[in-house]
């Protein structure tokens, strides 16, 4: 088993819809980090959590560090948001980041 | 926060040959990380590109087959050697914020998306 799942692999959705996606992690963390990478490869942060609740524009990560869960929605999608979504969570005993396979989400006009 | 700039974006190489990727960050940092990504694969750390020193390899990376250049504080290379099939790949180049001893938000360069045929 990954020490970092996500949830759903793939998922697609109608321009307008909200979207989550799901991050469980099975080790002991000090942060955990919301990516997404764009088709050419480049890779965009878009929240570093530690606990609660971030929000920027129509995305909104939280964590649950009790349930070693995080989640990331998306209000209003739109075309331009499909992009792979990565998790990534450093761990508490090594320093290392460990990596999610990631989600992919496609928004259809 | 940091701009990086990857390159070649992209390349298609022949087996045997060696290609060297480009990382330059607009800010000096003190450590610089080299991933490879795998097509349908979550990232994986090859080494970190310390200034002054050798780099750190992770396990199963070699400094024979990823040689790591880190000139300054603002620049590194990585090569990847005689090629094989197996190694086409997503090269990224990253930095992290440090504050007060604390690892912050990640940064990533473009990534340079490498084909062996």
């Known amino acids: 088993k990954n020490e970092v799942e996500q949830s759903p692999q793939n998922l697609t959705a109608q321009e307008g819809e909200f979207i989550t996606i799901n991050c469980s992690y099975s080790?002991?963390?000090?942060?955990l980090h919301w990516l997404q990478q764009h088709p050419g490869g480049g890779i965009v942060s878009l929240f570093m959590l530690s606990s609660g609740k971030k929000k920027h524009g129509r995305l909104i990560a939280t964590i649950n560090i009790q349930e070693k869960h995080s989640s990331l929605h998306i209000t209003a999608s739109h075309p331009r948001d499909s992009a792979v979504y990565i998790c990534a969570v450093r761990s508490y005993n090594t320093d290392k980041l460990i990596f999610g396979t990631g989600t992919r989400l496609q928004v259809f006009p | 926060s940091a701009v990086i700039s990857q390159k070649p974006s992209r390349d298609i190489c022949q087996r045997g040959t060696s290609l060297t990727i480009q990382c330059q960050v607009d800010s000096q940092v003190t450590m610089m990380f080299w991933y490879r990504q795998q097509p349908g694969q979550s990232l994986t750390l090859i080494a970190t590109?310390?200034?002054?020193?050798?780099?750190?390899?992770e396990s199963g990376f070699v400094i024979d087959k990823f040689p790591i250049s880190r000139p300054n504080l603002t620049f590194s290379t990585l090569t990847v050697s005689n090629m094989s099939p197996e190694d086409s790949s997503i090269y990224l180049c990253?930095?992290?914020?440090?504050?007060?001893?604390?690892?912050?938000?990640?940064?990533f360069g473009e990534g340079s998306r490498l084909t062996v045929l």
């Open positions: 990253s930095v992290e914020d440090h504050l007060a001893g604390v690892r912050g938000e990640l940064f």
């Open positions: 080790v002991g963390i000090s942060a």
């Open positions: 590109a310390n200034q002054g020193s050798e780099a750190t390899y």
